[in-house]
């Protein structure tokens, strides 16, 4: 029964998404999404207020009786990537575009998903941390990325991003349900080349600022480029909101992303890769 329901969900998100971008206002296209069931209650999940913020949400505290967190991850293009190579600080204007319409797309299907558990007689819910945006400190209190790693979509890369078997280039999203759907278990391999061996390195070249090195990330140098793009892309909206909910809080499309579009792990295929 939970095999069928999980490839019921896997089925309804690939479909969506195909349909979701056949529409005549959408410009982004995707390709074929990651889906991942993670244990609400493993010990990673339950140690998110440690490993990533003191204030993180633990997911019983969004749904009393959840049990699986459901993670997946939509890939971008090629040529959507490619569009964004260049131009120093400037991300493309299919860069910004395409991070406005995803946004939309998790707010549609993630109630999708919801509506599909609800019938099957689940409960499941979202938590409005996941796009709710702190300036002040740019650490998420529902990281979706560290969510998805728990579910087993993929390990942690030099350029902050979680590395999937399909490469980086895409976004993740996640629903809770109180369904008891067998979990995934975070990957024993080591998909990054520099954290394998000392290679590539590639996405710390594309930085444009410095914000990304060999010894880390500087959030705020980031984050500073990303407001430089949302002065220029104010036409495709703010998907981001305040802490209390008031509506978003950014000019425009805070992106940037040139450590992701020309790297090697954007877009790979890593079947048998072991560490
Ligand atoms: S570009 Fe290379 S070093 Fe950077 S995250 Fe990807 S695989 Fe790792
Ligand atoms: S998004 Fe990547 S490339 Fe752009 S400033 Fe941040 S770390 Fe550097």
Known sequence: MGCIMKQQIRELIQTYISEYQQREEIATCYGEPLVGFADAWHPYIQSLPQVVSPTHELPQNILPDVKTIIAYYV?????????????GITASPEWARAYEETNALFAELNEEIIRFIHAKAGHAGITPKAVTFYQDRLISDW??????????LG??????????RCGCCGRFSTVLTNLDLEADQPLTV???LYKKNGTCGACVKHCP????????????KCYAVCKENAKIY????????????S?????GSEVCGK?????PCAFWKLESRKK
């Open 209 to 220: 600022t410095g914000a990304l090195t060999y010894d880390g990330y500087d959030r705020f």
């Open 247 to 251: 509506g978003a809080n950014s000019v």
């Open 190 to 192: 080591e998909y990054c």
């Open 259 to 263: 450590c992701i579009t020309g790297s």
């Open 155 to 164: 390990t942690f890369g030099l350029n902050n991003m979680l590395l999937t």
């Open 75 to 87: 890939p971008f293009t090629k040529d959507l990537a490619k569009s964004n190579r260049t131009g």
């Open 143 to 152: 990281s979706q990325r560290h969510i998805a790693y728990a579910a087993g």
């Open 234 to 245: 104010t036409q495709f909206g703010s998907s981001y909101t305040n802490e209390d909910g």
